[in-house]
């Protein structure tokens, strides 16, 4: 199902960022006063994110075709993903001559207790999963890393037999503990390098910070719990 580039068109890799990618410079755009000093360079402009995510919204209404979706969108990091996914695909549906019911409900993946990892991931909030039978599935995730999280959510949802799943991330970071998982629909793939802002936190912080960066050391230190 989800995730199967054999079963689902391609749609490449998304924007491929390449590991020597040396950024913007972080002069060159506003960002809030509060993290001057935390940042190391801008790695991805609020302008290109914007533009890439409408792309993607067309690409999944061509995919998926004009049926109605339910939205399962991943929390916290996910949500302005999911707010501007959404809102695109509203506006592709607006305009058609058939309008395509969204329904959006929002779930937490818990699979640590402090720094050790449970052996079964919790699902946290979002109705009775049983709800998503036979229904057609967008899953919604900020970032895709290792993949074993998003194969245990997906085994979960399964269970209840929907009638499709599709993963979209805005991210896919390459990393060498990754189990080979890829999402449907990719926004952008990036090096193994730990990235906060639009909506990506650091200990919370950095959800406000529109543009997506790479945190330096100043900044880990200084907001470490």
Not at 76 to 90: Q, R
Not at 116 to 145: H, P
Request: negative net charge; hydrophobic residues 35%; glycine residues 8%.
């Amino acid at each position: 199902m989800a995730g199967n580039r054999e079963e689902a068109p391609d749609y490449g890799r998304g924007v491929v960022i390449m590991d020597d990618w040396p950024g913007y410079d972080l002069s060159l755009f506003t960002y809030p006063q509060h993290y001057y000093g935390d940042l190391e360079y801008v790695l991805i402009p609020h302008g290109i994110i914007v533009d890439r995510i409408e792309r993607l919204a067309k690409d999944i209404m061509k995919d998926i075709g004009y049926c109605d979706i339910m939205v399962l969108c991943v929390l916290k990091g996910g949500y302005k993903f999911c707010a501007d996914l959404v809102e695109h695909l509203k506006n592709i549906s607006r305009n058609s001559d058939r309008c395509v019911s969204m329904k959006v409900d929002f779930i937490r993946l818990k699979s640590y207790r402090n720094d050790q990892s449970m052996d079964e991931m919790q699902i946290i909030g979002g109705d009775d999963l049983s709800t998503l039978a036979g229904k057609n599935v967008l899953i919604v995730e900020d970032v895709v890393g290792t993949g074993r999280t998003m194969k245990a959510l997906l085994s979960s949802i399964e269970k209840y037999k929907p009638n499709m799943i599709k993963v979209a991330s805005l991210l896919v970071k390459r990393t060498p503990r990754s189990d080979g998982f890829r999402p449907d629909y990719a926004g952008f793939e990036i090096p193994n390098l730990f990235v906060v802002g639009y909506a990506l936190d650091y200990n919370e912080y950095f959800r406000d910070l529109n543009h997506i960066c790479v945190i330096n050391e100043h900044g880990k230190e200084k907001y470490r719990v």
